[in-house]
């Protein structure tokens, strides 16, 4: 048929459709020749690209035939002719087990592992069909026996069912049992046990595959949860499902009553068997079940979840535990429970393989088949079942370390998170799911957290749910990353007293709130009620420790002492339980808040400005709010991105990493705009540097550049973004290795840019440590009544303050005129004055502790910048050296066929660095960073230039300095022994704190203890290196790049690569070993 | 046998063999099964871009490609499959294939050129590094007996190096 011989013109909604497939069959079809397909300009070929081909071998699955022997496997389903025994039982569920797993780890489809099984097919089937039963004859195959549980009710079953008695009395007609007994081990063993363990291993594929289309992952490219047409999931089962795996208990356990002449011991083995795989199955719907459950981050207490289903038909299940609608714990018993059964199979391994290689009953071998792909199925090409190899090498060891064990380990360090939650923890969480520690979490277990397809998509939906909380909580995500920017940039800011104070009524938050009254109201319900609330709330403690309960936390304050009880003594983590109570046991709300509001009044500026400053939440216009709210719903899709990126596999994450680069580079340009609009048009002057009050200022602060924290925390979010995204590329194996010599020299710019952005934020910190310092100077003088009246008169000049002020001193019996004079008022200052001091030593502390953080930050940084160095000036050195496997290498073909084809001169290849194909490459290399306002992207020119920069060893004519170059192998040591001593001091303070009583994330000694081993790897390799170099002789000092390849090759020296150096960070650097072949 | 025996040349529309003789080798020797649309798509549009190996009139070798406009910003050429026979294997035909289309593509102003390939085929990595094509992506279970891919470009131009959203249309170009 030619092309575009019809375009057709349709109007779908008005069309009457006309069934022409018979006349197009059996006109048009003969005249199209084989192996020709119809065009027409109304599709594109593309679409086709798609189809499955109608008989061709490798596609259609309909046009197969299979052996004989298929058709009476296909027809046996649960056969009465032949029923099973607990050997057969076992031999089919493990298998069963085994097969689960491969379909999650290699990637295969459901019909060539789980539903490969006749049994599940059928099970399924029948499932799908009606979901009852409807037959006698199925009854016989799925009849639920619930109410066969006394002799009395077995005997009446033996009865009705004695038509089919013959068949099960054929079976071992001479081991001396009964005919009753032996038709009800048969008829409890095929029809109930096994069809119980079915139903349970059916349930948990059913629950991944829903948890799968939850679309967290990719179809096809992380896992195929496709069922076979005319196959439908199990849906929400759990409870039923339970009720069968327990009556499949209870019918195993008397199968073995009924076998007692048997060898007790063997099939006691055996009974364990099952009754841990049943144990398995059961413990398994508690996973989804964790999905629904909401968890409380703000309030913590020692609560855990209680299972809270079925119970009563469920085992070894606390059914004490009272429910908690917001645990702040994750009952990880099923985990537990599980992890202890499959560690019993892999203690009877042994037995299990002596049971398979045993078995003589050939169901339990032909039981598996690719029939199902003929039968249900024709989307996908044939598919062949795996080999015997791989479903072993699905043992049961692998299954629970990277299944349960890494899984069991992730939830209790979330459960340390959870019980120690604060804006430091979790952002310590953060790091380990997402940044630092994207493949840490082996702990005990040696595999790696995400890296299946059950963690990735479970994690995810665990800790970021529908409506964008953590956990189910009332934390949100972009709170999260409000309370991060808080903490780096944000405490004692006038930013953040705005960011919270006000926002337009309409966000979803602020209607929830119970109060009216916007001025009151937080951007999120961070703060219902002040600004002061969210900041206190970043150190508060759990109501746990007030009752001495928590692990970890110091120690509860004595009281005895009241004098004692003052800031010195109180930790900085008692600020969320300090208030001002104590100036009036009945002070109302407002009037708490006006205090709070004085106490927060820059007492500096206000002195030095001369005009109200201070914005907060009672002077922010609705326009302003409005401003607001865009920016946070900016905030917050980027960093929902962001964080959701843990779901995706290693390679997809890189990807996104990618596309979050261009995300946070918007986000950074509208947060810039935004801090610089609050500094210039509300007034909220923050710099990066502290002016004593008598200075000059106003001469001063022309010349300070603004604080801008909202962009300097977004573009250090960037840069973590940029570095982890560059650096992940190398454990891919995206990177050719002489490749990785650039790829270190950027990392090393974006190690250098995120210390300087961190040195900043540290400045900025240390500005509010000396304002603080000099507001309690300043408070400390006002000792005396005189003083302070005066400053309050100062103070005055604020219409914002006046109110404040006004409001206390009503509330105390004075009026806005009544001055210090006033014996009651001068009571108030008094005890004002004291509550100050204490609450401003308090955020000094809680200062000292961001510092610290901010410390550890660059330290980090600093140690990973210098394994960047290090890697990148080893790699020169190896390329000089000639060690072919770092060697940049010539592509002279291309670049001849791209200068034939360009029709400028100008722009062939070699006229400068940045117009060769090398630059091409560099720029293809490091395209994700091109469209990046700051830091600036850098070119091939800069890397040449940096390079040659520190290759002293190397003469402008390409001569190597032998000498130099031996001794250029000292400085790549220190940066690496550099790397060790910052993360060895790192791993100290940690072991110090941990002495003192402080509760560490283990995972952090894991990352730490990682990159610690690594760069000491490093270390050792390189001064190996450095002794063979040593040993050479070579005949002059100076050499070219040509005699020193020769001289290395003569001693049969060679490049070697090692990539498993550790986890996490190690990842990304691996060994490159210059070894003797 | 010598190389000067191999005879390259594009897909001849007017002979319907060749294009049979392509799906040939390709289900003889790919491990992904692909259907006659996926042919007719490449071989219909762009025949100048499938080139044929041929010895004593038998065709040992091809390579199927695209040239295509990719979001409307840069010309991107795409290599499809190259396959030799497996007599005829480790004699510069899959290279010589690859130059040629390269050789055409760029002629026709690709700004880029893709692939992708298996991640343990390392004869076909080889081949494409050593011309200078550069693993960009990882592409997780790509194929679909599993294995990862490396989707690898070649850079031609300038645009190769710049994000497709920060290309200017081709409209705007003076």
């Not at chain 1, 509001?597 to 009672?618: G, H, Q, R, W």
């Not at chain 1, 009571?827 to 204490?838: D, G, I, R, W």
Request: proline share 4%; hydrophobic share 40%.
């Amino acid at each position: 048929m030619a092309e575009n011989a019809f375009v057709p013109q349709i109007d779908i909604l008005n069309t009457q459709f006309t069934d022409v497939t018979s006349l197009f069959l059996s006109l048009s079809a003969s005249s199209i020749p084989p192996n020709q397909v119809v065009q027409s300009s109304s599709f594109a070929l593309f679409e086709g690209t798609h189809a499955l081909e109608i008989a061709n071998k490798h596609l259609d699955t309909s046009a197969l035939t299979f052996p004989a022997t298929e058709s009476t496997v296909a027809d046996f389903n649960f056969n009465n002719d032949s029923p099973l025994q607990f050997d057969d039982i076992i031999i089919i569920v493990d298998k069963l087990f085994r097969l689960t797993f491969l379909w999650l780890e290699n990637n295969q489809m459901l019909s060539t592992t789980v539903l490969s099984c006749v049994y599940v097919e059928k099970l399924l089937l029948n499932y799908t069909k009606g979901k009852k039963i409807t037959t006698k004859q199925d009854s016989l195959k799925f009849a639920t026996l619930w109410d066969y549980q006394t002799e009395e009710e077995l005997d009446q079953l033996y009865s009705q069912l004695k038509s089919y008695q013959k068949e099960y009395l054929q079976l071992s007609q001479t081991d001396g049992q009964s005919p009753r007994a032996r038709f009800l081990k048969n008829y409890i063993l095929t029809h109930t046990t096994f069809r119980s363990l079915l139903i349970g291993l059916v349930n948990i594929m059913s629950q991944l595959i829903q948890l799968f289309r939850s679309g967290v992952v990719y179809e096809e490219e992380d896992v195929i949860s496709q069922l076979p047409q005319g196959l439908e999931v199990w849906n929400k089962m759990e409870d039923s499902v339970c009720q069968e795996l327990v009556m499949g208990d209870i019918w195993a356990k008397k199968v073995e009553c009924v076998t007692e002449a048997d060898a007790a011991t063997t099939n006691g083995l055996k009974l364990e068997l099952l009754l841990s795989y049943s144990n398995i199955f059961k413990k398994m719907n508690e996973l989804t079940r964790l999905l629904t459950r909401s968890f409380n981050l703000t309030n913590s207490n020692n609560d855990t979840i209680g299972i809270g289903y079925g119970s009563e038909f469920v085992d070894n299940v606390d059914a004490s535990t009272p429910t908690n609608p917001n645990p702040t714990q994750v009952n990880t018993e099923f985990l537990e429970s599980m992890v202890s059964s499959l560690s019993f199979f892999e203690s009877k391994q042994p037995e299990v393989t002596k049971i398979i290689q045993t078995n003589t009953n050939i169901y339990s071998a032909q039981c598996f088949s690719q029939g199902i792909q003929k039968r249900l199925s024709n989307t996908r090409p044939l598919n062949k079942l795996p080999a015997s190899e791989d479903i072993a090498g699905m043992s049961y060891a692998v299954i629970n370390v990277r299944y349960f064990k890494s899984l069991m380990n992730w939830l209790k360090e979330v459960n340390y998170l959870m019980a120690n939650f604060n804006v430091t923890n979790f952002r310590r969480f953060l790091e380990l799911v997402f940044w630092k520690s994207g493949s840490v979490g082996s702990f005990d277990c040696g595999t790696t957290w995400g890296e299946t397809v059950v963690w990735r998509s479970w994690v995810q939906l665990f800790m970021i749910r529908d409506n964008k909380s953590l956990f189910g909580s009332d934390v949100k995500l972009c709170e999260v990353m409000l309370g991060q920017m808080n903490w780096f940039a944000g405490i004692e800011s006038g930013w953040l007293n705005m960011a919270f104070g006000g926002c337009q009524p309409e966000h979803p938050r602020v209607n929830a709130s119970s109060s009216n009254n916007v001025q009151h109201q937080g951007v999120f319900g961070i703060i219902d009620t002040d600004p002061m609330e969210f900041i206190q709330r970043d150190l508060s403690i759990p109501k746990s420790y007030h009752g001495g309960d928590a692990v970890g936390l110091p120690p509860k304050p004595q009281k005895k002492n009241k004098k004692k009880s003052k800031s010195k003594t109180r930790s900085p983590a008692d600020v969320g339980s300090l208030s001002l109570s104590s100036f009036n046991g009945e002070a109302p709300a407002s009037i708490m808040r006006s205090l709070e509001m004085i106490i927060n009044y820059d007492l500096v500026f206000m002195e030095s400005a001369k005009t109200p400053y201070y914005c907060s939440s009672s002077n922010i216009k609705v326009s302003h709010r409005e401003k607001l709210t865009e920016l946070l719903g900016q905030v917050e899709s980027t960093v929902f991105e962001w964080m959701s990126n843990i779901s995706n596999n290693p390679s997809r994450q890189r990807q996104i990493l990618s596309r979050s680069i261009v995300n946070f580079d918007s986000l950074q340009v509208a947060a810039e705009r935004f801090d610089l609009w609050t500094h210039e048009e509300l007034g909220i002057k923050e710099y990066t540097q502290f002016v004593p009050r008598k200075q000059q200022l106003s001469a001063i602060l022309r010349d300070l550049p603004p604080a801008l924290p909202f962009a300097t925390y977004v573009y250090y979010l960037k840069l973590q973004t940029m570095l982890q995204y560059l650096l992940k590329g190398t454990p891919l194996q995206i990177y050719k290795p002489w490749e990785w010599s650039c790829v270190n020299w950027y990392g090393a710019y974006f190690a250098d840019n995120l210390i300087i952005v961190l040195n900043r934020m540290k400045q900025c910190n240390t500005a509010k440590m000396q304002k603080l310092r000099y507001k309690i100077r300043e408070v400390e003088k006002l000792e005396n009544p005189a003083k302070f009246a005066k400053l309050v008169e100062l103070m005055k000049q604020d219409l914002v303050f006046k109110y404040h002020l006004s409001e206390v001193n009503k509330f105390a019996g004075t009026t806005t005129t009544t001055t210090s004079s006033s014996s009651s008022s001068q009571s108030v200052y008094k005890t004002y004055n004291h509550q100050c001091l204490e609450i401003l030593q308090l955020k000094l502390a809680k200062l000292m502790k961001v510092e610290d953080s901010l410390l550890d930050e660059m330290n980090y940084y600093e140690s990973l910048k210098s394994m960047c160095r290090g890697t990148h000036q080893l790699l020169e050195v190896y390329s000089n050296l000639g060690v072919s496997v770092v060697c940049k290498p010539e592509f002279t073909w291309i670049e001849t066929v791209i200068a034939k084809a360009s029709s400028s001169s100008s722009s062939s290849v070699g006229f400068s660095d940045d117009d060769s194909f090398m630059a091409k490459l560099f720029g293809l290399r490091f395209k994700s960073f091109s469209s990046v306002g700051v830091p600036d992207p850098l070119t091939f020119s800069q890397f040449v230039i940096a390079t040659t920069k520190d290759q002293k060893y190397l003469s402008d004519n390409n001569m190597v300095n032998w000498g130099l170059l031996k001794s250029n192998f000292d400085s790549i040591l220190l940066e690496f022994s550099r790397t060790k001593k910052l993360v060895k001091d790192q791993l100290d303070k940690l072991e110090k704190e941990s002495s003192d009583g402080v509760s560490n994330s283990f995972g952090k000694y894991n990352q730490l203890t990682n990159l610690l081993k690594c760069s000491i790897q490093h270390s050792l390799t390189i001064f190996k290196t450095k002794q063979m170099i040593e040993t050479l002789e070579p005949e002059s000092p100076i050499m070219s790049k040509t005699d020193i390849a020769k001289l290395i090759k003569s001693q049969n020296y060679a490049g070697e690569i090692q990539y498993e150096v550790g986890e996490g960070e190690a990842s990304w650097f691996p060994l490159v070993k210059l070894v003797k072949k | 046998m010598n190389m000067s025996d191999i005879i390259y040349h594009p897909l001849d529309a007017n002979n319907p063999q060749d294009a049979l003789d392509v799906k040939r080798l390709v289900d003889l020797d790919i491990s992904e099964p692909y259907s006659i649309y996926v042919y007719r798509f490449f071989l219909s549009q762009w025949p100048n871009l499938c080139i044929l190996a041929k010895c004593e009139g038998k065709t040992v070798g091809a390579i199927i490609a695209k040239l295509e406009r990719h979001r409307n910003v840069r010309m991107r050429g795409y290599i499809g499959m190259v396959v030799v026979n497996r007599s005829y294997r480790k004699q510069g035909i899959a290279k010589k294939l690859v130059n040629l289309v390269i050789e055409e593509m760029v002629k026709e102003k690709a700004d880029e050129i893709i692939l992708e390939t298996e991640v343990i085929n390392e004869a076909a990595i080889g081949l494409y590094e050593n011309i200078g094509f550069l693993r960009v992506k990882r592409l997780h279970r790509y194929y679909l007996n599993q294995h990862d891919a490396y989707r690898l470009v070649l850079p031609i131009t300038d645009k190769s190096s710049i994000r497709s959203a920060f290309l200017p249309p081709p409209d705007s170009i003076i």
